[in-house]
């Protein structure tokens, strides 16, 4: 963008200055912003298209650790939109997958943060076109089935609490930095569609990673 606009300014002042600034008048200015106007509205047109039809990504709305009898799980809550792009290749067979990465650390002053624990949730969203249901699947293990959309992303976007450390992984009382991060993962995007997806903002549906500190109870 920054390039075609470089051109556009500099066809604009080759246009003007040969002539036009060696003159002087009304026609002069009027046929200036006929010029500025121009490049200004095109690279409005070559702007909006491209806003409109980016992800909005993925929100991170809860995260949460809570501990339990057999350890700790994360209670997490995210809002997202699949774009349009993404709804018909579901619509066509081809199957979404969502990853949750979670990192536990704890800082050490004599040298690197201790790395204690770096886990991960696949959840994949598939559509049956002969019975018209939606699959999720958690993990390749548990699968629910849902006659709507909406159903399906409800589980995805409100999972359940996912246990992320088994008892006596985590040092009680000590205190962790968690990076928390969900979003569509391109490693499972099939090989037609990769080049698109890696290109196209409408593939690219993730969160920032949300940075907080858990007291190990």
């Not at 909006?48 to 057999?70: F, K």
């Not at 004599?110 to 019975?131: M, P």
């Not at 999972?159 to 985590?170: E, H, S, Y």
């Not at 000590?174 to 969900?182: D, E, I, P, R």
Request: glycine fraction near 6%; proline fraction near 4%.
């Amino acid at each position: 963008m920054r390039n075609r606009f470089a051109c556009l300014v500099a066809d604009l002042g080759a246009s003007l200055l040969p002539t036009d600034l060696l003159s002087t008048g009304p026609h002069v200015t009027s046929r200036f912003f006929r010029l500025l106007i121009g490049p200004l509205l095109l690279m409005m047109a070559c702007l909006l298209p491209q806003t409109a039809s980016a992800a909005d990504g993925v929100e991170i709305r809860r995260w949460q650790i809570e501990a339990s009898d057999d350890g700790y799980r994360l209670n997490g809550r995210y809002g997202f939109e699949l774009t349009h792009d993404m709804e018909d290749t579901l619509q066509y067979g081809v199957t979404l997958y969502f990853t949750t990465e979670i990192e536990f650390t704890r800082p050490r002053w004599y040298w690197f943060d201790e790395k204690a624990i770096v886990k991960r949730q696949t959840i994949s969203l598939s559509y049956n076109v002969l019975t018209r249901q939606y699959h999720v699947t958690v993990d390749g293990n548990v699968r629910q089935t849902f006659s709507s959309l909406d159903d399906a992303l409800f589980l995805i976007r409100s999972p359940n609490r996912w246990l992320v450390a088994q008892r006596g992984q985590l040092e009680v009382g000590k205190t962790y930095n968690v990076k928390l991060s969900m979003g569509l993962d391109p490693n499972y995007v099939s090989k037609p569609l990769k080049v698109t997806a890696l290109n196209s903002n409408e593939w690219r549906l993730a969160s920032d990673k949300k940075i907080f500190q858990y007291k190990a109870e």
